[in-house]
DNA sequence: CTGGGGATGGGGCCC
DNA sequence: GGGGCCCCATCCCCA
């Protein structure tokens, strides 16, 4: 199972860098210049305008389309238009996790697919609650040019809604990123800044650049302390202590067998496990 | 089929 | 903002 932070389930679990063209490829090695501008917050009487199109830079600046709410509940839910006011009601899909992680899957799907066709049902009394809108920290610090209201408003909300769509996409992939830290921290596994002298492979980060260099020299910094193994990598040596342990964390639900590794109980289930009975 | 080691990817956190 | 490290996850290979 993913790790709840890298939203893996939708995309390619891992980015084809082969598939990246000799163009790209060039152009990805390319020094960019993150600084130029990004649009900064905007005001609200702009939210329903369409924004001009911004400079290509690491990625592509856009903010997310607002999501039109769909009446899939008992409680009848209007668009959002002409002035707004307190009593429009509203859904929010505020992007998923916190600052510099990825958006989640609703608002990708909003921008690719037919919403209607892809939310899922809502609960209709939470929709309309203000403490249901939860905003990341970050997001909200960026969002607001002012202190939030002492009630929110609806039309608070929006605004706060809008500013959380705004999103980095990546140009190599379909990635997409709340932040422009996080975007340009994902663009290094495009670029592979990091060079093996001794074999020529590339890495992202120079400390995988260091841990595959240790391939090359034997190094094995970390050591078990219950046996005389060493490992180049802490967290195979993390692995290793687990099959000195007598309590293995992984355990089938079906047949109760329990396994060191969670990948050794994936595999036991895609297995088949035990027969149904 | 299972168990384990090796290698690597990638986001988060801290400095 | 970037580097280093942490942590978790996954794939591959072999016994």
Known sequence: MPRS?????????KTNYGQL???????????HSPEESMPGPLPLSQMSCPLPSS??????????????????????LTSVSGPLTDAQPWRTDFPRGGPGQELGRPLLVAHNTPVRDSLPALEPLRLLEPHAFRLPAHAAE???????PRR??????????????????CKYCDKEY???????MHIRTHTLPCVCKLCGKAFSRPWLLQGHIRTHTGEKPFSCPHCSRAFADRS??????????????????RCSKTFSRISLLSKHEEAGCCPLS
């Open 236 to 253: 195979n040596l993390r692995a290793h202590l687990q099959t000195h342990s007598d309590i293995k964390k992984y355990q089938c639900k």
């Open 5 to 13: 932070f890298l939203v893996k389930k939708y995309l390619s679990k």
């Open 55 to 76: 400079p290509q830079i690491l990625g592509e600046w856009r903010p997310a389309p607002l999501v039109t709410p769909v009446p899939r509940t008992s409680v009848e």
């Open 152 to 169: 929110p408003s609806w039309a608070w909300q929006l605004r706060c809604e809008w500013q959380c769509h705004r999103c980095f996409s």
């Open 178 to 184: 709340v932040s422009l830290g996080a975007l340009k």
């Open 142 to 148: 960026l969002a607001l040019e002012r202190a939030p």
């Open 21 to 31: 063209d000799s163009k790209k490829r060039e152009d990805v090695l390319a020094p």
